[in-house]
């Protein structure tokens, strides 16, 4: 059974970094590229970035490049958001995404 576990999120400043996990496991990980997406509140999903397989290449968002950072360790079946310079417009409920499939999210909000 495919299962995916987000975590990190929290309350973090406007400035301030995040980096937000997600463990893989009922399928091969490597094997399947991964997505983060979020869904503010009272907004559709939004598509955030794309990391393939091997770790290797990668697609953002526009609303992100140059602040969020997707990554991957194939060894430990987790994939990674590291999210800095954080905006208001950032809160948003985060989850990894594979085929379609996602976890229970993690909140992030970013507040004064």
């Known amino acids: 059974e495919v299962q995916l576990v987000e975590s990190g999120g929290g309350l973090v400043q406007p400035g301030g970094s995040l980096r937000l996990s997600c463990a893989a496991s009922?399928?091969?990980?490597?094997?399947?590229?991964m997505s983060w997406v979020r869904q503010a509140p009272g907004k559709g999903v939004e598509w955030i970035a794309t990391v393939n397989g091997a770790g290797d290449n990668s697609n953002y968002a526009d609303s992100v490049r140059g602040r969020f950072t997707i990554s991957r360790d194939n060894s430990k079946k987790t994939a990674y958001l590291q999210m800095n310079d954080l905006k208001h417009e950032d809160t948003a409920v985060y989850y990894c995404?594979?085929?379609?499939?996602r976890g229970q999210g993690t909140q992030v909000t970013v507040s004064s």
């Open positions: 009922g399928f091969v990980f490597s094997a399947y590229r």
């Open positions: 995404e594979r085929d379609g499939r």
